[in-house]
């Protein structure tokens, strides 16, 4: 969730859509995340819209407190049943993130999931997830999940290196995340991720072998691996920029990835977004495929976005904002915007190609179409695939996918 609203043309007070927003919704699925902003610590790296109880304390924050967050984002669950109407589709998704959701008691996510069920009710194979720290759960904690009604997990585990972990101010010990698994294996979790980061400063190619073989063994059926960012006002931009630790550097990325897909795939995972790869088709994240495919979410919490039917919106940032506008009844809407048909059919190139299946051909224009044929010619996408009308990256065209859409979205 990062930290940054757009601009956009103002929510009324309602959160009311436009009437053309559910034409056609029985057609998309439905789902959910739900943003808990809330960190014990800062990580350095991280410029997502998140809070310590220090940089809340006298800000306003009081009005969102831990304590009391649940309830409030029961509120806005029931606004958007008043405002999504008599839209008879049951939720097929639910995705709690943070900041570090499990700091907040078991019991509370549990409630946030039965307003939804309530409110919305569930598809019969409803994926529910929660992310977690691995220093946030305990197994009694894992299994009032499980009971509670969710059935997937994605543990941030980043490195297994002590010393990765310390630049990336991450404060759980190695050897946690794997435990980790394990546990929610015992409580019952079906699918389990681990999230891993590979370029950060100080990393070796040792390190990073030696952070799959790690997830690797532990037995997740879900491994999401992402190139460091160094973003803007970070502590870690400001730590690179007075020399303290090396810039990230593309090259090392690039070959970081390559030494992932060859270790996943020989454990029998496959890719089926650029930087997610799982067991099984089963074992795929459905909530993020619904991002990537264009279909329709509700963004609840503080900086949440939201999407539904070619009408983006996005939540006040602070936690106290939040909490204010929605105890007034009114929406927490900063901002939205009405995608038109061109910006739409960028999207979708934008989002779709990322995936393993691509977009389909017929979404580019003509440049993009001269564009993907010379994509083709370069081996940046699958010849096979583009014969049936379909632009797939090839392995090295996953490694410059950027450039790739670039050129395709023309």
């Known amino acids: 969730m990062p930290s940054v609203l757009p601009d956009g043309e103002p929510v009324p007070e309602s959160g009311a859509l436009p009437p053309h927003a559910l034409d056609g919704a029985g057609a998309r699925p439905l789902g959910f995340y739900l943003h808990v902003p809330y960190c014990a610590t800062r990580c350095g790296y991280c410029d997502f819209n998140t809070y310590t109880a220090s940089e809340l304390r006298g800000s306003g924050g009081a009005l969102a407190s831990r304590d009391n967050y649940a309830g409030i984002l029961v509120e806005e669950i029931r606004l958007a049943r008043k405002i999504l109407g008599d839209d008879p589709r049951p939720v097929t998704t639910v995705f709690v993130g943070g900041g570090t959701p499990t700091l907040l008691p078991a019991a509370d996510l549990v409630a946030a999931l039965r307003a939804i069920r309530e409110e919305f009710g569930f598809a019969d194979d409803a994926e529910i997830t929660t992310e977690a720290n691995p220093e946030s759960v305990t197994p009694r904690y894992l299994a009032e999940l499980r009971e509670g009604g969710f059935n997937r997990i994605s543990f941030g585990m980043q490195s297994a290196r002590q010393h990765v972990l310390r630049i990336l101010d991450r404060t759980h010990t190695p050897g946690r995340p794997e435990a980790c698994v394990a546990e929610a294996r015992a409580a019952g979790f079906a699918h389990v991720n681990l999230d891993l980061i590979y370029g950060t400063p100080g990393e070796s190619d040792e390190d990073w072998r030696a952070s799959l073989d790690a997830a690797i063994g532990a037995g997740p059926d879900h491994v999401s691996a992402y190139a460091l960012i160094v973003e803007e006002g970070t502590q870690l931009a400001r730590r690179i920029r007075r ?124 440049a993009g179409a001269r564009a993907a044929e010379r994509a083709v010619a370069d081996g940046l996408l699958e010849p096979g695939p583009y014969a049936r009308g379909r632009a797939v990256l090839t392995l090295r065209g996953r490694l410059l996918a950027d450039a790739v859409v670039r050129d395709l979205v023309d």
């Open 243 to 366: 020399g303290e630790v090396p810039m990230t550097d593309d090259d090392v990325h690039a070959d970081r990835y390559l030494i992932a897909e060859e270790a996943l795939t020989a454990a029998g995972f496959h890719w089926y977004e650029v930087s997610n790869w799982a067991t099984s088709e089963a074992g795929r994240c459905r909530h993020n495929e619904l991002y990537w495919r264009g279909a329709d979410w509700w963004g609840a919490g503080p900086g949440a976005h939201s999407h539904v039917g070619g009408v983006r919106w996005w939540n006040v940032k602070h936690p106290g904002a939040y909490a204010q506008a929605l105890g007034e009844g009114r929406s927490p809407g900063a901002g939205r915007e009405v995608l038109g048909e061109e910006d739409r059919r960028v999207e979708r190139i934008l989002l779709e190609l990322r995936l393993a299946a691509g977009c389909p051909l017929s979404l580019l224009a003509p």
